[in-house]
Nanobody, 117 residues
Framework: QVQLVESGGGLVQPGGSLRLSCTAS????????VGWYRQHPGKQRELVAS???????EYVDSVKGRFTISRDNAQNTVYLQMSSLKPDDTAVYFCRATLVGGRMSPWGRGTQVTVSS
């Protein structure tokens, strides 16, 4: 079993930056890919960025050039560096792993990001 815990959210002004962390525990060697998702109030959860075990990254168009996903294998952590934040980035951010065989890790509690002046 793999569990992921998100942290690093908070209140930031438009144009500011935040770095989110996603720390994994359990059978981390079964992780093929980690994705960062967000859920705006009243909307479905969307995938915004992902990174594979081989280091390949993907981003949704709305965050390209502003968000960067990276990982620190020694710390079992995947980061989401968010810059040039906009009010539309306000959401609860979650991370989730795709495991060997296609199974998914369970959802965590997420971390709230609020972009407001």
């Amino acid at each position: 079993q793999v569990q992921l815990v998100e942290s690093g959210g908070g209140l930031v002004q438009p144009g500011g930056s935040l770095r989110l962390s996603c720390t994994a525990s359990g059978n981390i060697f079964s992780i093929n890919r980690v994705g960062w998702y967000r859920q705006h109030p009243g909307k479905q959860r969307e995938l915004v960025a992902s990174i594979t075990s081989g280091g390949t990254t993907e981003y949704v168009d709305s965050v390209k050039g502003r968000f960067t996903i990276s990982r620190d294998n020694a710390q079992n952590t995947v980061y989401l560096q968010m810059s040039s934040l906009k009010p539309d980035d306000t959401a609860v951010y979650f991370c989730r792993a795709t495991l060997v065989g296609g199974r998914m890790s369970p959802w965590g509690r997420g971390t709230q990001v609020t972009v407001s002046s």
